[in-house]
């Protein structure tokens, strides 16, 4: 029993809660580049927060199931089609035995993620269903045959302070990233905290690129040393890479900062053309973000159940 890709998209992968104890081994986290939706797409047909999903990055796939699927799909506003039937975001729903799920572009926002009842049941490898390259056209992923009442979160009600946790800011506004400063800081100067950012194409769940005026780099070498995703390294052309959810283990360009882990899903939704800034934290700042952030996935869960009658 499985749904079968038709199309498969611009880069849609299997991903859940990643590998975080693999690092050591040469081995990206990987999961999801925005772990809120996707928790949410989960929450929307009664999975686990990490349970195996789709990530779907600007354009979609299409799928066909061969059995009945209970489904959502939460993130960025993709359009979706079951067969000519539009289905609104962030809704649950029932996909039967032929009929066809065609999911397109969305004007804002980055990537969304579709959950269905139980997880995808691929392969486990280190412990994870997360896969590092996209899925090809006739792919077969197989899940349980299952089905969900329809129902669709009321965007409008849900709560101004979840906004930015939910990666739905406005997209005329820079996607601001709050950092820490990174261990090679002061090999620059405070230039890179004032200035804007454009997001390059060329970038994917490894790192993005960023395009602006770069900055001034000392003419000194670094050893190669760990780094993490949401480190901002500076390359020689003095332009910076975010490192994504797929950031390699380790890196000698400098790091001037690293972004909070609780940004990282604004960093997953960031598309090409947007505007990207930083602003420096302290560690005190930090923590009371972190707090933050815990209070509102708290608030947003009790919404959720409410909303969805939990």
């Known amino acids: 029993m499985s749904l079968r890709l038709l199309r498969p998209g611009l880069f849609t992968l299997v991903v859940d809660g990643g590998r975080p104890r693999t690092r050591g081994l040469g081995v990206p986290v990987g999961g999801p580049a925005d772990a809120p939706a996707m928790s949410i797409a ?41 067969d000519e039937e539009d289905i609104p975001p962030g809704s649950s ?51 349980a045959e299952s089905a969900v009442r329809g129902r669709t ?16 800011q406005p997209p005329e506004l820079p996607g601001e990233l709050a950092c820490l400063p990174g ?5 620059f100067d405070d230039a890179f905290w004032a200035r804007l950012y454009e997001v390059s194409p060329a970038g994917n769940r490894m790192g993005i690129r960023l395009i602006g005026h770069p ?18 390294q500076i390359t020689n052309d003095g332009l910076p890479i975010i490192l994504g959810v797929d950031g390699q283990t380790i890196g000698g360009y400098p790091k001037i900062a690293n972004v909070l882990a609780d940004e990282m899903p604004t960093l997953g939704q960031l598309r090409p053309r947007t505007i990207a800034a930083f602003y420096r934290v302290t560690e005190e700042e930090a923590e009371a973000l972190a707090a933050r952030y815990a209070e ?3 608030e947003l869960m009790a919404y959720l159940d409410r909303a969805l009658c939990l």
Not at 108 to 136: D, H, I, K, M, Q
Not at 153 to 168: C, D, F, I, M
Not at 183 to 187: F, K, L, M, N, S
Request: charged fraction near 20%.
């Open 42 to 82: 989960n929450r929307l047909v009664g999975n686990p927060p990490d349970a195996a999903a789709l990530e779907i990055t600007l354009v979609g796939p299409k799928l066909v199931c061969t059995h009945p699927v209970g489904m959502a799909l939460f993130g960025a506003p993709f359009t979706v089609k079951r």
């Open 93 to 143: 729903f029932t996909l039967k035995p032929g009929q066809t799920l065609d999911i397109g572009g969305t004007p804002t926002g980055c990537r969304a993620y579709l959950a269905v009842v139980g997880g995808f049941l691929t392969p486990e490898v280190l412990g994870s269903r997360t896969g590092f390259a996209p899925l090809a056209a006739d792919a077969e992923l197989p899940c």
């Open 153 to 168: 979160l009321p965007e409008a009600t849900v709560p101004e302070l979840t906004r930015k946790l939910l990666s739905q």
């Open 183 to 187: 261990p090679q800081v002061d090999w």
């Open 215 to 232: 900055l001034e780099r000392p003419p000194r070498e670094l050893v190669s040393e760990a780094v993490a995703p949401g480190a901002v």
């Open 296 to 298: 509102r996935r708290a």
